[in-house]
């Protein structure tokens, strides 16, 4: 009875030292591809700073003739976009009378 008990017992503990060689190898490979990811994700971020500098000196170029009547056409536009605005409006309500 007792030898009995013990072969189950032994079975046991194969079982579960399979589970945690299997368990530590997916570990490992998880790990493995955090650090893939990781380090994927500083060369990406790196890139975008670097774009991101270079994108700045351009835009600082090619934004000074834009900016010479910035504000007056921005005033205008917002005029024409509230009197569009003003006519829909007042559209709806003559039609809803």
Known sequence: MLQGQREVKDQQIERQAQNITRLTDALA?????VAAA????ARRIKKQLLIGEAGK???SQESEPRNKYGWFSMFYRKN???QKNHNL??????SNN
């Open 29 to 33: 490979a998880v790990q493995q591809t």
């Open 38 to 41: 990781q380090t994927l994700h």
């Open 57 to 59: 000196d351009q835009q």
């Open 80 to 82: 024409k976009i509230n």
């Open 89 to 94: 409006s007042s559209s709806f309500i003559v």
